[in-house]
Every structure is written in C-alpha cells, then in structure tokens.
C-alpha cells in the first residue's frame, strides 16, 4: 500500500520530465540549453530528494 502512495506522489514529477525530454527532443539550437538545464535541476533535485529519504 505504501507503494502504491508513493507512486502516486511521485507521478507528476515523471510526467513532467517525461514532457520535458520531449520539448528537449524538438528544441531549437538557442532554447536547447535551457531546457537541458531545467531538466537536469529537476533531476538532481528528484535524486537528492531520494537520497534524503533512504535514510
């Protein structure tokens, strides 16, 4: 059960980089970085969040 409730907390945070791998896909050259580098905050927020929650 308590899978499930986490699963469920955490699926907007995989649709949204689910979506942005996807505009990153069909960027333009100029906006390429941006949302490479929104992508990459969001992931590395996404693993230090996990982190923190092993222990």
Request: aromatic share 16%; charged share 20%.
């Amino acid at each position: 059960m308590a899978r499930r409730s986490l699963l469920r907390q955490e699926l907007p945070w995989l649709l949204s980089e689910v979506v942005l791998l996807v505009v990153l896909m069909n960027a333009n050259p100029p906006e390429l970085w941006f949302w490479l580098v929104v992508f990459l905050m969001i992931f590395l927020y996404r693993i230090e969040r996990w982190w923190a929650s092993r222990s």
